[in-house]
């Protein structure tokens, strides 16, 4: 049987989502969909148990003849060539520091050693699935950025992330770069609008869902939709502009409430001389699903080899 199928594995701070992609057309297989919470606190062996059950599930749903294997997308510090895990000093996943993934998920899915698993960084999962058929298709260099949790961000030129060179940051992201009195990520983030709302008012919100349907009755959370609009522009403009971007996509729950701030936004990065499209993902989670799977294309696996050393 032609083996066209591979294995999309999303790795959440709390939960994996995984399916079948059939790489001859791109595609997500929806019937093959899985997710599962997971207790990032859990035991090593208990956390690689539930994403081994998600992705058994998946497989007893395909042809197991035609799957060329298994690719995660997976938050770091990561060893992406070697699947060991050095994540640490975060409240997720600490418990499988050091441990090889990647022989992990074999042993426990009793998988031979030559079946392919294989790994990248998850936001750049992200944009290499817009990139590969998504909002990306049809242009060459693309930014994407991941607005939820922390900020997630990514470069590719022609569907490859681009990690190092003059014209991205280190590592290929903006997250660890220094802003106000800490870094990017402290202030382009749920934590950020959560913190804010609560100095100003006293009142603690769950997300920035509860946020975004106060807006237009709260002059706060107004006024707080419009300083994260015009502070990310003026943010992110230099790099976009160095990179010469074509488009920027954004993703990642904060995205639900573009609405809110979208306009500030783009009006703010045409002012910092950045004119490009600007616009929303449309595959969401799917995108990394599509992005870890095509690490089994056998020419983007080709080229994309250089890079995940320096995720």
Not at 109 to 131: I, K, Q
Not at 142 to 149: F, K
Not at 227 to 240: H, I, M, R, T
Request: proline share 3%; with cysteine.
């Amino acid at each position: 049987m032609n083996k066209n199928l591979a294995i999309g594995a999303d790795i959440g701070g709390s939960h994996i989502s995984c399916a079948a992609v059939d790489l001859s057309t791109n595609r997500v297989l929806r019937e093959t969909l899985v997710g599962k919470e997971v207790n990032n606190q859990a035991q090593a062996f208990q956390i690689i148990s539930v994403w081994s059950d998600a992705v058994a599930e998946t497989l007893s749903k395909v042809p197991a003849d035609s799957v060329k294997g298994i690719g995660f997308a997976m938050p770091g510090p990561f060893d992406y060539v070697k699947g060991i895990s050095y994540i640490k000093g975060v409240a997720k996943y600490e418990n499988l520091y050091g441990f090889n993934i990647g022989d992990a998920i074999l042993s426990s899915l009793e998988m031979p050693e030559d079946f392919g698993v294989r790994f990248m960084n998850d936001v750049s999962g992200f944009a290499v699935g817009e990139a590969t058929a998504g909002k990306g298709v049809g242009y060459d260099r693309v930014m994407c950025v991941t607005l939820g949790t922390g900020l997630g961000s990514a470069f590719t030129g022609n569907k490859i992330p681009i990690v190092d060179g003059p014209d991205v940051p280190k590592l290929g992201c903006v997250y660890y770069i220094p802003y106000e009195k800490g870094i990017a990520d402290d202030y382009f983030s749920t934590r950020w609008f959560i913190g804010k709302y609560k100095e100003l008012t006293g009142k603690e919100l769950k997300g920035v869902k509860e946020l975004a349907a106060l807006a237009g009755k709260d002059k706060i959370a107004d006024g707080l939709f419009t300083k994260f609009g015009n502070d990310l522009a003026v943010f992110l403009a230099p790099y976009l502009k160095k990179f010469s971007a074509e488009i920027l996509i954004i993703g990642g729950n904060i995205s639900f409430a573009y609405d809110r701030f979208g306009s500030v936004f783009e009006k703010q990065l045409r002012k910092e001389g950045w004119t490009e499209k600007v616009t929303l993902s449309e595959l969401k989670e799917d995108a990394a699903l599509l992005g870890s799977a095509f690490l089994f294309d056998e020419s983007f696996w080709r080229d994309v080899q250089h890079a995940l050393p320096l995720m």
